[in-house]
Nanobody, 125 residues
Framework: QVQLVESGGGLVQAGGSLRLSCAAS????????MGWFRQAPGKEREFAAG????????VYADSVKGRFTMSRDNAKNTVYLQMNSLKPEDTAVYYC??????????????????WGQGTQVTVSS
């Protein structure tokens, strides 16, 4: 089993920054695929960023590319999502997800086995 706990959400003005954290516990390995997804009110959950393979290559959704940076600290079993130049359309509940094995495509929501409870990010205009 894997447990994921997100933190770092909050209210920020447009143009501001937030850093989300996802602390993982349980059977986590350096090969575990990790991803960040988000769900805005009335919309489906969508991919934001993910690390699929041992190589550590990070994939970003076009909507966040150049503004968001995902990183991973294997020693702390924690992944981060640094969000800069936030826009009102980034407002959503942000979820951390994990899959114990590497993923060829970390953007595929159905591939993930474990999910955190989510953290709210609200960007005011």
């Amino acid at each position: 089993q894997v447990q994921l706990v997100e933190s770092g959400g909050g209210l920020v003005q447009a143009g501001g920054s937030l850093r989300l954290s996802c602390a993982a516990s349980g059977r986590i390995f350096s090969t575990t695929a990790m991803g960040w997804f988000r769900q805005a009110p009335g919309k489906e959950r969508e991919f934001a960023a993910g690390i699929g393979r041992r190589s550590g290559t990070i994939v970003y959704a076009d909507s966040v590319k150049g503004r968001f940076t995902m990183s991973r600290d294997n020693a702390k079993n924690t992944v981060y999502l640094q969000m800069n130049s936030l826009k009102p359309e980034d407002t959503a509940v942000y979820y951390c997800a994990a899959h114990r094995l590497p993923l060829a495509d970390p953007s595929l929501i159905d591939e993930y086995t474990y999910w955190g409870q989510g953290t709210q990010v609200t960007v005011s205009s």
